[in-house]
C-alpha cells in the first residue's frame, strides 16, 4: 500500500478527530506550498502573505464587526487555520489529546458539533470583546486556530467527568478537571498582557463547553443541528445519484461463479463495506473479525 493509499485509509478509518487534523493540516501546509512555488517563479500573489497565506483578513476572523458582512465565513472558517508551525503542531496535539477523551464519553457527531458551535460561539465573543472591554476598544486584530474549540472539547470533558483520572509524562496521574483549570487560569492570567482577544476566546470556548454538558444532563443536545443538517445535505447528495427507475431483469437460469474475479477484488470490496460502515456507525460497531481483517490489510 503506497503512502498516499495509506492516507487515504488512515482518513477513511480514523474517525472525527483524525479527520479534524486532516483538515487544519492539509489547510496549513497545501497552501503554504502553493504560494512558496508561486514566489519561487516570481509570480504576482497580491495581497498575500506567502509565508503565511492565511494571514490575510480576508480568511482570519476580524475583531471588527462589519468585517462580518462581506466574509461571514470567517467566523468560522478561521478555527480550520493558523499562523505558524508550532502554532497548528500545539492544537493538533491538544485536539488529540482532548478528543479521544471526549469521545470516551460521547459521539463522533457530538464532537464535531461542539467544535462548529463552540468555534462560531467564540468568534462571536471575541468581536464583543474588542467593541464592549475598556482595554480593547479602539484596537483592531484577527485571529486564527482552533485553540478556542478545542478548549470547549476539553472542558465538556472535563465538566462530565471530572474526576476521569489521566496519566501525563514527567507528572504523573491526574484528575481531568486538574488540567481544565490550568488552561483556564492561564488564560486569565495572560487575557491582559498578551494576545488579548486569543485568551479572550479560548475563555469563551471554555464557558461553552460549560454550557454545552448542563444543557446535554438536562436533555438538550446543542450539537443536534449541526448533525441534522450534515445529514440532511448528506441524504440531498445520495439522492441525486440514485436512479427514479430500477429495471428488473428476470433470469430463469441459475447464477454462475465469475471466476474472473480476483482475490485482490474481493478484498477491496470487503475495505470498502467496512470502511463504510466505519463512516457510518464508528469505529467501535465493527465485529472482532472486520477489526482484525482491517488490521491485516492496513500491514
Avoid: C
Amino acid at each position: 500500500m503506497g503512502f498516499i493509499d495509506q492516507l487515504k485509509t488512515e482518513y477513511r478509518v480514523g474517525g472525527i478527530v483524525q479527520r479534524l487534523i486532516f483538515w487544519n493540516i492539509g489547510l496549513f501546509i497545501i497552501p503554504m506550498i502553493l504560494f512558496s512555488i508561486l514566489k519561487l517563479g516570481s509570480v504576482d500573489i497580491g495581497i498575500f502573505d506567502w509565508t503565511n497565506p492565511f494571514s490575510d483578513d480576508f480568511f482570519s476572523l476580524s475583531s471588527n464587526p462589519v468585517d462580518l458582512l462581506w466574509k461571514p465565513w470567517s467566523v468560522l472558517g478561521y478555527a480550520f487555520l493558523h499562523s505558524g508551525f508550532m502554532h497548528v503542531l500545539f492544537n493538533m496535539l491538544t485536539l488529540y489529546f482532548a478528543g479521544r477523551l471526549f469521545l470516551t464519553f460521547f459521539t463522533q457527531k457530538q464532537l464535531f458539533g461542539l467544535y462548529v458551535l463552540s468555534a462560531i460561539f467564540a468568534g462571536l465573543v471575541y468581536i464583543l470583546g474588542y467593541n464592549l472591554l475598556p482595554l480593547l476598544v479602539g484596537q483592531t486584530a484577527k485571529m486564527t486556530g482552533a485553540s478556542a474549540a478545542i478548549m470547549a472539547i476539553l472542558v465538556a470533558t472535563a465538566v462530565y467527568a471530572p474526576y476521569y483520572e489521566v496519566r501525563l509524562m514527567l507528572i504523573g496521574t491526574v484528575k481531568l478537571w486538574h488540567i481544565a483549570l490550568v488552561f483556564i487560569v492561564l488564560d486569565l492570567i495572560y487575557a491582559p498582557l498578551d494576545n488579548s482577544g486569543g485568551h479572550i476566546a479560548h475563555l469563551a470556548g471554555d464557558l461553552f463547553g460549560f454550557i454545552y454538558i448542563k444543557l446535554l444532563q438536562s436533555g438538550s443536545d446543542l450539537t443536534k443541528g449541526v448533525s441534522g443538517t450534515i445529514d440532511f445535505f448528506a441524504n440531498l447528495f445520495k439522492s441525486r445519484k440514485s436512479a427514479p427507475f430500477k429495471k428488473v431483469h428476470r433470469n430463469t437460469t441459475p447464477p454462475v461463479r465469475n471466476s474472473a474475479v480476483k482475490p485482490k477484488d474481493v478484498t477491496q470490496k470487503q475495505i470498502d463495506e467496512i470502511l463504510d460502515k466505519i463512516s457510518q456507525s464508528g469505529y467501535d460497531s465493527l465485529t472482532k473479525e472486520e477489526k482484525d481483517f482491517l488490521f491485516k490489510v492496513s500491514k
